[in-house]
């Protein structure tokens, strides 16, 4: 067991370490986005895809931003050799959405909501592993990855909240994609619109590709790049996934707890249709969080693969 557990985490950290390479470093037939009307940063040669990401003026959801951030990552998943579902081959799911705005809750904490007519546009990004066996599982992970944008002219930059979720994403997809096939499907699914209230998910959960019943978890991150030794496992109620979750994070170093709440993140709206679905976030979550002091330094590179690691050994026992 523990000659397995160093070789997932040597294999997602590697994989993650790739990620943060310069884009020419990874391929030199890496798509390089075609340049928007308005001057933001594009995956270009000598700069990562964090990096690349993370100058995009925080991502708010809705935004131009929000959309370069969304065609990059749609690279990236080509790129690495994920496949995209037939019904989005550009690997976008896009779907309407009302006016953005910003305010201040009970805890003086910044939040967003949408409203009015569906004027502007948000979108999945979407792409995925097919299992060997076509009467197979799905199992999805997810991670949102639009951010707080901009508000009174501040940017926040949305670092921990979050691409430090999006990079764990991506390092085990990368690690995923290039073993053989497992029987089950395995889904990536960076969600648009979390902030203004889990827009991208909700509509995804609403118009599932495959019956519901297909769907043995989702497995969503969010928030988990601030050095913290406790992760908490967000869910609906316990049940096998949360214990087999608890029991892997420790075999990596960390201690959990599961915490029973509506709303939260990207796995609610999975867990309203009876999927079993968790959000994985680090205890102090709220250490920074929508502020303009979310970057991209303080996010732990090596705790977001030890997290990417855990879940990538949760596979041997999920996934058939």
């Known amino acids: 067991m523990r000659f397995i557990f160093k070789v997932c985490l040597f294999t ?36 990562t895809l964090s990096q690349s990401l993370y100058e995009l003026r925080g991502r708010g959801a809705g935004t131009p931003w929000e959309k370069e951030a969304a065609d990059i990552l749609a690279a990236y998943f ?11 081959p550009s690997y976008l799911q896009e779907f309407p959405l009302g006016t953005v705005t910003s305010f201040y809750n009970a805890e003086g904490r910044l939040r967003f909501r949408s409203g009015g007519p569906l004027t502007q ?13 076509p009467e197979g599982k799905w199992i999805i992970f997810g991670a ?25 994403l991506a390092a085990l997809a990368k690690a ?16 648009g619109a979390e902030e203004p209230g889990l827009r991208g998910s909700y509509y995804l959960a609403s118009d599932l590709p495959v019956p519901k019943e297909k769907i043995q978890a989702v497995i969503n991150l969010d928030t988990i790049g601030k ?18 979750l608890a029991s892997v994070l420790r075999g990596y170093g960390f ?34 969080n929508h502020s303009p ?7 732990d590179l090596y705790q977001v693969g030890s997290i990417a690691g855990a879940l990538k050994q949760a596979l041997h026992y999920l996934a058939r």
């Open 12 to 47: 997602v950290l590697m994989a993650l370490a790739l990620a943060m390479l310069p884009a020419n470093s990874l391929d030199e037939r890496w798509p390089v986005q075609e340049p928007a009307s308005h001057t933001v940063a594009t995956v270009t040669p000598g700069k």
């Open 176 to 191: 995923l994609a290039a073993e053989p096939a497992l029987n089950d499907t395995l889904v990536f699914v960076a969600f």
């Open 78 to 88: 080509q790129e690495i050799g994920l496949q995209a579902l037939p019904a989005y």
């Open 227 to 244: 050095t913290c030794e406790t992760l908490v496992i967000y869910t609906t109620e316990h049940n096998a996934l949360t214990a087999l």
């Open 121 to 133: 546009v948000s979108q999945n990004v979407i792409g995925y592993l097919p299992g060997q066996d």
């Open 293 to 299: 002091e979310d970057t991209l330094d303080k996010v």
């Open 255 to 288: 201690q959990s707890s599961v915490v029973i709440a509506t709303g939260v993140s990207d796995h609610y709206p999975f867990s309203l249709q009876g999927i079993p679905s968790v959000t994985i976030a680090t205890a102090n979550w709220k250490e920074g």
């Open 144 to 168: 949102h990855y639009d951010g707080q944008g901009e508000t009174d002219g501040i940017v926040y930059p949305s670092a921990n909240d979050n691409l430090s979720g999006v990079m764990a």
